[in-house]
């Protein structure tokens, strides 16, 4: 591996790469998709509910700002529990398999989220409604919180390095296709009179995933162990009772590499979570346009993400993972001003192109390059902890505090967007310099 190819090339020169048939990596890949997909279902579409449905039906006692902000705190709290998760399960991952790891994830996921759509609200048992709200989407998170890590990591073992880029970005493409998902059956069943959307209409989409759920459990139940780990494992086999769990020997020998996977998707999942969620209670309830403007927006913008991030995931393989992210954050952070002011504008036709731009452009070029740089910084023995934890620790801060932040930035500047481009131009600028260090490190090393 070269140099060109971004922070891989210590890390490959470290271990021996074990590459499967290209039959098996479709399969991989099917598996892989098929579970971020249902994670991505799940959390927007309740993030698409939050601020339509949420505050409404569970936090009516509330005055309508201070439900909206509780409404996206219920959201937040599924961030809180992922780092949890992403440890617990990815220390399975390391230690035991990443295939028992994925079917765990995809079950508490799967569960949760049928749960949510049969939930009785405020109207019917009061504060509990509230308080089983919170417990669900505290098991939905930590579900999720190894999730992508598991899919990502999962393929880059079975693939040769000079490919990660592509093939993690097609995971991170199906991301567009979860969201894309959610928001048609959303947008679909917001076409019901007003009275059956909100009585019975929005819990349909959550039902729904059911089928999802039953077709990833069987996919995933006829998969083989990751080539690489294995040979990780055997490797190891001989010194195992001397080795402490992958958590601690990611601490001790990675966290410098933990700190700068976790700063270099600030920019990302914070960008994703205005565009997939904040937007969405931005364009309705602040500008005033109509929710399936907002949701036709969205739906057209993710996708040109889903499209457009394998794309950039090819450009990661041939120009350097490195570049192709440093121009996505780059790209986002300039844009940031300029997207709201689309938005403002309440045209249609200008909100589908500010979203298209921001989610087909910069965070398709993050989406498709992150995978293979993630992958790149941790040996295989503790990969997947390193990976969940940088990620899931970024996303209790930067992806579902988002939502609320920036709310509560649009409230204190009344009504207008400047504090929240600022904040985004900032978790662009941390991802850039957090993404430019780690190639400096691995230099290094």
């Known amino acids: 591996m070269t140099d060109s190819q971004g922070v891989l090339t210590a890390a490959a020169c470290r271990e021996q790469?074990?590459?499967?048939?290209?039959?098996?990596?479709?399969?991989?890949?099917?598996?892989?998709?098929?579970?971020?997909?249902?994670?991505?279902?799940?959390?927007?579409?309740?993030?698409?509910?939050?601020?339509?449905?949420?505050?409404?039906?569970?936090?009516?006692?509330?005055?309508?700002?201070?439900?909206?902000?509780?409404?996206?705190?219920?959201?937040?709290?599924?961030?809180?529990?992922?780092?949890?998760?992403?440890?617990?399960?990815?220390?399975?991952?390391?230690?035991?398999?990443?295939?028992?790891?994925?079917?765990?994830?995809?079950?508490?996921?799967?569960?949760?989220?049928?749960?949510?759509?049969?939930?009785?609200?405020?109207?019917?048992?009061?504060?509990?409604?509230?308080?089983?709200?919170?417990?669900?989407?505290?098991?939905?998170?930590?579900?999720?919180?190894?999730?992508?890590?598991g899919a990502q990591t999962f393929v880059a073992e079975f693939v040769p390095p000079e490919k990660r880029g592509f093939y993690t970005s097609i995971i991170m493409s199906s991301t567009g296709v979860g969201i894309l998902c959610s928001t048609g059956a959303f947008w679909i069943v917001t076409q019901l009179p007003e009275e059956a959307f909100m009585s019975w209409g929005w819990r349909v989409p959550f039902l729904l995933s059911a089928l999802l759920f039953v077709v990833a459990i069987y996919i995933r139940k006829n998969l083989d162990e990751t080539p690489e780990y294995a040979a990780a494992q055997e490797k190891s086999a001989s010194k195992r009772k001397k080795e402490q769990v992958p958590l601690v020997i990611l601490l001790k020998n990675s966290w410098r590499e933990v700190l700068l996977g976790f700063c270099s998707l600030a920019g990302h999942l914070a960008y994703g979570y205005v565009l997939s969620v904040f937007s969405l209670s931005y364009m309705a309830n602040t500008l005033g346009m109509d929710k399936s403007h907002g949701l036709a927006a969205l739906m057209v913008a993710v996708t040109v993400n889903t499209l457009m991030t394998p794309v950039m995931g090819r450009l990661a393989d041939r120009f350097g993972f490195t570049a192709i992210f440093s121009f996505g954050a780059i790209f986002l952070g300039l844009f940031a001003f300029p997207f709201f002011l689309m938005l403002e504008s309440g045209r249609l036709l200008l909100a589908i192109l500010g979203m298209s731009m921001a989610y087909g452009i910069g965070h398709a070029a993050t989406s498709g390059a992150q995978g293979a740089f993630l992958t790149s910084l941790f040996p295989a023995r503790y990969r997947y902890s390193g990976m969940a934890l940088s990620r899931e620790l970024n996303s209790v801060i930067f992806a579902g505090a988002t939502p609320m932040i920036a709310t509560a930035l649009v409230t204190v500047g009344d009504g207008k967007p400047t504090l929240v481009a600022l904040y985004l131009v900032a978790c662009c600028i941390l991802t850039l310099t957090a993404v430019q260090l780690a190639r400096r490190l691995k230099r290094a090393h």
Do not use: C
């Not at 039959?23 to 971020?36: F, H, I, L, M, W």
């Not at 006692?61 to 409404?71: C, I, Q, R």
């Not at 390391?94 to 079917?103: E, N, Q, T, V």
């Open 17 to 149: 790469i074990y590459v499967a048939d290209q039959k098996t990596v479709r399969k991989v890949v099917t598996a892989s998709v098929v579970g971020t997909v249902i994670e991505w279902f799940d959390y927007s579409l309740y993030g698409a509910i939050a601020g339509l449905v949420i505050n409404k039906l569970f936090f009516p006692a509330l005055s309508p700002g201070l439900a909206m902000l509780a409404a996206f705190a219920t959201f937040a709290v599924g961030f809180l529990s992922r780092p949890i998760g992403g440890i617990v399960i990815a220390h399975i991952g390391d230690k035991y398999g990443r295939k028992p790891a994925l079917l765990f994830s995809i079950l508490l996921m799967g569960t949760a989220t049928v749960a949510l759509g049969l939930l009785p609200t405020w109207y019917d048992i009061g504060v509990w409604a509230s308080i089983l709200l919170v417990l669900l989407r505290l098991m939905q998170g930590f579900g999720a919180g190894a999730e992508l890590a």
